[in-house]
T-cell receptor, first 117, second 110 residues
Framework: NAGVTQTPKFQVLKTGQSMTLQCAQDMNHEYMSWYRQDPGMGLRLIHYSVGAGITDQGEVPNGYNVSRSTTEDFPLRLLSAAPSQTSVYFC????????????????FGAGSRLTVL | QKEVEQDPGPLSVPEGAIVSLNCTYS??????FMWYRQYSRKGPELLMYTYSSGNKEDGRFTAQVDKSSKYISLFIRDSQPSDSATYLC??????????FGQGTRLTINP
């Protein structure tokens, strides 16, 4: 099992460019999410999904778009990159069901470091 | 005011010391409390999980929840250099989204 795979690991963009951060998991997890991590701010939820075709906004969704066409993949799109989007992005997944325990065990990817100039 | 507050540190202690990491929160409906550990340039991984108030022990780690004070703690006994990492508290209400603290960067000096 590869777990949660994020690509690319590093990316530099210019202001106004668009790009997609890829996330794939092979654990058959229903729940997938994207976080950004900034110094002093902890992990902030951008978007999440509880299954294919279902997405919802988190705490900081502006400037980002997501879709969930398959259980395995959950790409994050930056529509028009801004310097404020310079951050480390983490994709995380878990089971989603009646058992609160399994829903709390988020498996994170290794992160994607994005710099917007 | 953030729903979850955590002192970002950094915290530096000598090897063998007892470490106490803490979070406070404002949402009294939080029921599930977790501690994640994040090594440098890696993703966080779940370290401890507790439900409602009380203590939970796992080896050198003890998680404590005091819902009356809206306060959770993680204690590390006999700390080791390999414990050097950022520790993030996280909590949730029912099936709602996890809310993370800011994380505390911990360094254990040999």
């Amino acid at each position: 099992n590869a777990g949660v795979t994020q690509t690319p690991k590093f990316q530099v963009l210019k202001t106004g460019q668009s790009m997609t951060l890829q996330c794939a998991q092979d654990m058959n997890h229903e729940y997938m999410s994207w976080y950004r991590q900034d110094p002093g701010m902890g992990l902030r939820l951008i978007h999440y999904s509880v299954g294919a075709g279902i997405t919802d906004q988190g705490e900081v969704p502006n400037g980002y778009n997501v879709s969930r066409s398959t259980t395995e993949d959950f790409p994050l799109r930056l529509l028009s990159a801004a310097p404020s989007q310079t951050s480390v992005y983490f994709c995380a997944s878990s089971y989603h069901g009646d058992s609160a325990f399994v829903a709390n065990v988020l498996t994170f990817g290794a992160g994607s470091r994005l710099t917007v100039l | 005011q953030k729903e979850v507050e955590q002192d970002p540190g950094p915290l530096s202690v000598p090897e063998g010391a007892i470490v106490s990491l803490n979070c406070t929160y404002s949402n009294s409906a939080f029921q599930y409390f977790m501690w994640y550990r994040q090594y440098s340039r890696k993703g966080p991984e779940l370290l401890m999980y507790t439900y409602s108030s009380g203590n939970k022990e796992d080896g050198r780690f003890t998680a404590q929840v005091d819902k009356s004070s809206k306060y959770i703690s993680l204690f590390i006994r006999d700390s080791q250099p390999s414990d050097s990492a950022t520790y993030l508290c996280a909590m949730r209400e029912g099936a709602q989204k996890l809310v993370f603290g800011q994380g505390t960067r911990l360094t254990i000096n040999p």
